[in-house]
Nanobody, 111 residues
Framework: QVTLVESGGGLVEPGGSLRLSCAAS????????MGWYRQAPGKERELVGT??DLSDSVKGRFTISRDNAKNTVYLQMNSLKPDDTGVYYC??????????WGQGTQVTVSS
């Protein structure tokens, strides 16, 4: 069974930075894509970005990168705003297996 382990969430002041990591294990087949979603309180889950594109709300502030040798995806978040608060979930899309999700990590942007 594919397992995704996330780390790096926490509390940060507005304007600050955080880096999230997500490592996939027991993958078994080629990874087609990795990326991140987030869910703010009372809102639906929304796409933050994939390894090739970012949502307009985070462009210029967030960066997604991958280490293919480690099956790991990173989310570098700069210039954080209170609206970025939420639970961040990584996902991996695996050839002929579909999507798998991490357990989520809380990001809180507050002074």
């Amino acid at each position: 069974q594919v397992t995704l382990v996330e780390s790096g969430g926490g509390l940060v002041e507005p304007g600050g930075s955080l880096r999230l990591s997500c490592a996939a294990s027991r993958v078994g087949s080629p990874i087609l894509d990795m990326g991140w979603y987030r869910q703010a309180p009372g809102k639906e889950r929304e796409l933050v970005g994939t390894s090739t594109d970012l949502s307009d709300s985070v462009k210029g502030r967030f960066t997604i990168s991958r280490d293919n040798a480690k099956n790991t995806v990173y989310l570098q978040m700069n210039s954080l705003k209170p609206d970025d608060t939420g639970v961040y979930y990584c996902y991996v899309n695996i050839f002929r297996s579909g999507d798998f999700w991490g357990q989520g990590t809380q990001v809180t942007v507050s002074s």
